[in-house]
Every structure is written in structure tokens, then in C-alpha cells.
């Protein structure tokens, strides 16, 4: 490992591939066969701390650094993607900016429930009309006394078939503004979860909002400041999709060279071919240059470091990368990649999806690009 963790990162690591290994791995196909939420995954992650592991222990979480949980993102999703996601989703996103933005009451009454795994989190920004230009949202917040009324409709939220508090963003007087609002707040509906190509246990749902009456304290930051509150997230939230990318990636290569090394072929194991060991090296050094990229991020991230650019790139980087490696590692399996049964066929699907969601690579490149040239 070339970039140096410290031994506490290193026994995080350690006990997270444990358990993940143990208790995820086994789960993996199952959710994405039946197309079902993690909710046993959640509690398990919960009993060792993780769900709230980077939140003040004030409120239940273990002060943990940003590449510790970084890192905790890539073990889960090296067994389990969608158990990943729902992770980076509710943690890096949803906790983390009532965490950064919320007033001391919203933090007090949010995030015991949430490090606890009790409350899932999800980040609602995207709607039919805005997706890659959020700013385009049209989901309208109307004051009414001491509430707020919001009406409008998100689309592709994760975790929403379970979560409990969602982060959402819409159009108050002054711009964008962002809102907690709670599941079973009158008036907000949630839709079936969508089918998808991968992350199927991944709950990704529609919320319709019909003059959902929020309370004008569950307002996180200033008025108007709702698409700042976005946009930092989601440069946080860019490292963890790009972790689960790593993750991703790291778990098809080891199918990879585990399935070379026991495949005959030609009287030979297959990895004794010149042609398959090209592969497993281009792989392991596609993902070791991934693995450099992300740790940087999140040690920008600990140290105060303005990491808006790393995050992007390193999210632009990984993406593409488990997208070849997934790719790589079926190519190796051969007829038994392109199965069910074999995970590395699972692993290809849900690859893909980390070069689309929280910014696409073209999104990306814009990110880095106006930070070069501003
Ligand atoms: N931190 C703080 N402020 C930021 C910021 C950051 N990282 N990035 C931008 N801002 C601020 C800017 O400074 C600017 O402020 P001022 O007006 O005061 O100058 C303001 O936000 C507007 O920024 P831009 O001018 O850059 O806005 P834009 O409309 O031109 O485009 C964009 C920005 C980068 C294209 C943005 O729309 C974007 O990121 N689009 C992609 C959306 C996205 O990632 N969606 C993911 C959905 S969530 C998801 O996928 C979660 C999941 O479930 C897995």
C-alpha cells in the first residue's frame, strides 16, 4: 500500500474487510437478485460504529477521519456495491451536511437517530428537468407562517425506499434553498424503486411533493444558500462515489486473478498466459493509480485542504477505471463472466454507474476544468 495510513486507518481497514467479508459478501448476489434494500447490511454496519463513524461523538458518532471512512466506503463496496452506495449516500451526504450546515438543534435531533443506522439519510437535488444543470431545479418552497410548503418532484433518490430524512433543495424567494424533511411528513410520496442495470438492492426512488408543510427551522443554512449546501456536499460526496468505485474494481480484479489462477487451459493455468497477465497487470496498476487519487482526496478533506478539484478528478478518474476493470476481469472469466452466479458479472453492472451518478465524467471535467482556469 504506497500511500501511508496511519495504524488506526489500517485496523479500520482491517476490521471493515473482516465483517465485510463475513457478513456482506455472503449478502451481495441475494440483494441483487431480489432487488433488495440492505437493511440487514445497516444494521450490521451500524452495530460496529460505521454509519455514523466521521460524526462527533456528541452525537453518536465515533469522530472518525474522512479516509478512514473513505476507506470503509471501498471494503464495503469491494463485496457489495449497492451496500457501498447506501453508505456514501446516507454518511457522506446526508449526515455530513446537517452535520457542516445544521444549527445545534437540527444536529441534536437528526443525528443520534442517524449514526445509529435508526434514520437512513437521502440527498434529494435531481428532478426530470435538472440533472446534470441542478441549478435548473424547479421544486418551489413557498412560505406559509412558520412553514414552509414544498411541492415539486425529485427523481433517482437512493436510499429512498427506507430513509427516514431526506436533504432537499428548492426554489425560496432568494434562490435555492435546501430543507430537512422527514418521510412521513404530510404530503410527500415515494415511489416504487426503479429496476436498474446494477446497485439493485440500491433503492433509487421518485419523491412527489405536495405542499409538503416543513417547519421554517428544519431550513439548513441561510436562505438562498441551497445550492452552496449542494454543491459542498456533493465535492465530499464525489470521493465516496469514487471509493466505491476503487472498491468495485478492487473486488472484480481478485475474481479476476483468483479465476486465472484455477482456470486450465491449454494444460496450463490461464495465468501462466502471457495474454492474461497484461491484463492483471494493467489492472492492478489502473487501480493503484484510482487508490492514490482517492486517498488524496480525503487527505485534502482531513486536512482542511480546499479539495473541490481532487474530489473530481479523482471521481473522473475512478468511474472510467472500474468500468475497465470490471470489464478486464469478465474478459478473464470468458463465457462463465457473462453467468449468474459469478459475482464478476455483478460487479460489470454495477460498475457502471459510478461514471453517471453524483456528476457525470463530464461533469467532472467541467469541475476541474473551471478550477484550473478560474
Ligand atoms: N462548494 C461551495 N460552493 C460551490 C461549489 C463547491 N464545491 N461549487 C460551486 N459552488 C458555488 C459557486 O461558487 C457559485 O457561487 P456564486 O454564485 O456565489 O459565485 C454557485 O455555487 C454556482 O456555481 P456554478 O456557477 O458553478 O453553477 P453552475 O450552474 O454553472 O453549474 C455544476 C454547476 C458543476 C454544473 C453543477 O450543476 C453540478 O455539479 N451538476 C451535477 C449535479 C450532480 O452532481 N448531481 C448529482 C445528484 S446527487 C446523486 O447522484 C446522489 C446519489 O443518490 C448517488
Redesign the pocket.
Known sequence: MPFHLTDEQEVIRQSVRELAERELKPMAAILDREHRPPLENIETLAEMGIMGMILPSQYGGSDADHLSYTIAVEEVSRVCATTG?ML??HLG?ACSIINTMGTEEQKQHYLPDMASGKAIG??C??EPGA??????LSTAAEEDGSDYLITGQKI????AGFAKVFIVMARTTNGISAFIVERDMPGLTISEPEHKMGIRGSS?CTLFFDKVRVPKSNMLGEEGSG??V???G??G??IR?AAQALGIAQGAYEEGVKYAKERVQFGKPIAALQAIQWMVADMATDIEAGRLLVYQAADMEDRGLEY?EAASMAKLYCGPMATRVTHTALQIHGGNGYIEGFPIERMYRDAR?TE?????SE?QR??IA?AILR
Not at 440533472?131 to 435548473?136: K, M, R, T, V
Not at 433517482?156 to 436510499?159: S, Y
Not at 453517471?356 to 457525470?360: A, K, P, S
Open positions: 452506495v456514501a449516500v451526504l437521502g440527498f437535488l435531481t440533472g446534470s444543470d441542478a441549478a435548473a433517482f433518490i437512493t436510499n433509487t445550492f452552496k449542494a454543491m459542498k456533493l465535492a460526496g464525489r462515489i473541490t454507474i453517471i451518478y453524483e456528476g457525470t461533469i467541467l469541475v473551471r
